[in-house]
Structures are given as C-alpha cells and as structure tokens.
C-alpha cells in the first residue's frame, strides 16, 4: 500500500465512480481500475461493490476511508511544510541587532513586515554590540544581523548597507552650543577641547573611528572623557552633563527635555549606515528570505 494507492481509493470512494474518478486524478481507467484491485489483495478484502452506475463502498472500504482521508490530509500537509522550508517560509531564524540600528524606525518595521508576511517563521531577537553581533554571524551562531558602521569584515561575511542617515552631534541643554540658534548647522571646530563621549572602540569602532579620524584631518582635538559599550549608555552620560557625542538622527528622540542634537555641517562628511550582516555561505532558505525582504523595504522606504 503506498501514498498513490490511497489517493486513487480516496478519489473513486469521493466520486463513487472510476471514470470521473480518473478524470479527477488526470489518469486513465485502466491503470486506476488496476491499482484499485491491487490494493484490495493487498489488504485481502474487496473495498468496492461494482453494480451498473458505479461504485459503493464495502463494510471494509467504509473503515478505510477514514483512515486514508486522514492519512493523505496528514501526508499533504507534512509535503505543504516541508515546501515551505524550503522556500523560507518556516523554520527559525536568528537576528541580533545593536541599540542604535534598533532606534532606527526601519528595523522594527521589518521585523513587523515579517512577522506579518511569514508567520510560521519563528523569528528569535537578541540585541548586542556590533563586534559581537559580526562575530556570532561569522560562527553561525546567527543567521544574520542588523549594525551600523561594520567594526570588523572577516572574508566569509556579507555586509550590505541598506539605508543611511546622519549623524547630529549631541549635547546638554545647558551646554553654551545649546545657546546658538536651533537651525544651525555646528562646524567641526566645536568639538575642540571639547570632553568627548564614544562607544566602546573594540565593540563598536566604526562611527567613533571615524570620527575621530575627522577631527585629526581637521586639526580639531576633543578630550575623550569615557568610553561606553552601548550609544544609550552615550547619550545617558551626555544628558548627565558628562560631554559631548554624536549619534545617528533616529537616535534623537531620547531625553528631548535634557539633550539638544544639531546638524552638523555638510562638509563633515559622517553619516550612519544601517548594515545587514550575513554569510556568503549561508544557503539557508530562510537567510535568502530574509535579506531580500529587507533590500527591497529599504529600497521602498528610501522611495
């Protein structure tokens, strides 16, 4: 008895007649009538009465068209799961994002937009910094990640940006930049001497390098006065009068009342990428799916 045997007994017990039963199945007669009387020695006992309009169930084809009802439901969902999988559509999927790449409104959107889309992927979330957040995708300890500026690129990963934004620099209220006039863009040269907040270079270097790298160009000289591991932690020191910092725009609505945030100028060229980290080896079905789901909402929320 197979699978086939079972949908050909299903169809004639449904139609209770062979020829619109092989129409049904896109077969001829012949070989569903010959299927039929194999099956009914293989179980020994006849599963049809034949009589001049058709077909009608034995006692026997009653009790097995239950089970093979139920069987073939079974079969063909286990078939729907397993397409799924390997389409993308099911499964688990791990994705670690850092706290800045999570301000941007763009990340919760996607991660709601697939929820929504596929939901019988089962989407695990954890939050981390970006040098973590590399290396656990290196391991394919996750699938992928979303972080700013990539603090390191080891050859098997891909990193695509998928937005950018600027960067404000961020200061107390009482701070005397906060005196200029609210539209203004600030030059590079108010950071001299300035004390200087970073996140944590061996976590996070990419922004902070940069920046710094800037300020050297420039001849402008801050005071790094603390390193954090978290741009929260950044701009909690900052609302506390420690210093100065800057952080990507989304990032500006946090402590409205204590921090200002202001433009840069256009010739400070520093922005913040949102990156997505992935394998050049993963061929999960479900890495695949979620990075094209991601390029093409970037793509629709840059339109």
């Not at 199945?25 to 012949?30: E, V, W």
């Not at 200029?180 to 270097?205: F, M, Q, S, T, Y």
């Not at 922004?207 to 603390?226: D, M, Q």
């Not at 978290?230 to 402590?255: D, E, F, I, K, Q």
């Amino acid at each position: 008895m197979d699978i086939r045997q079972l949908r050909y007994f299903a169809a004639v017990a449904q139609s209770g007649h062979l020829t619109r039963a092989a129409v049904s199945l896109g077969i001829q007669q012949p070989p569903l009538t010959q299927q039929l009387r194999r099956l009914e020695a293989e179980i020994g006992m006849a599963l049809f009465e034949r009589h001049p309009k058709g077909m009608r169930l034995t006692e026997a084809g009653q009790a097995l068209q239950q089970d093979a009802e139920r069987l073939l439901a079974d079969f063909d969902a286990l078939c729907q799961r397993l397409r799924e999988r390997a389409d993308g559509e099911r499964g688990t999927l791990s994705v670690a994002f850092t706290s800045s790449s999570a301000a941007h409104g763009f990340t919760p959107m996607a991660l709601r937009e697939m929820r929504q889309h596929h939901p019988h992927v089962d989407l695990r979330i954890v939050e981390d910094h970006a040098g973590a957040v590399i290396e656990a995708v290196d391991s394919a300890r996750l699938h992928a990640g979303l972080i700013r500026w990539p603090v390191s690129q080891p050859p098997g990963l891909q990193f695509d940006t998928l937005l950018r934004e600027p960067v404000l620099l961020a200061f107390s209220a009482d701070h005397a930049l906060a005196r200029l006039p609210a539209g203004k863009a600030l030059p590079l040269r108010c950071l001299h001497d300035e004390p200087l907040i970073l996140v944590r270079r061996p976590g996070a270097p990419g922004l902070y390098a940069r920046l710094l790298e800037i300020c050297e160009r420039a001849g402008v000289k801050p005071r790094v006065v603390a390193e954090v591991e978290r741009m929260m932690t950044n701009l909690n020191l900052v609302a506390a009068g420690t210093g100065l910092t800057v952080v990507p725009a989304s990032m500006s609505g946090h402590h409205p009342n204590a921090i200002q945030y202001r433009r840069l100028q256009a010739s400070v060229r520093l922005d913040a990428p949102l990156t997505l980290v992935t394998r050049k080896a993963d061929a999960s079905p479900l890495t695949r799916l979620f990075g094209n789901r991601l390029r093409a909402l970037a793509r629709q929320w840059q339109a």
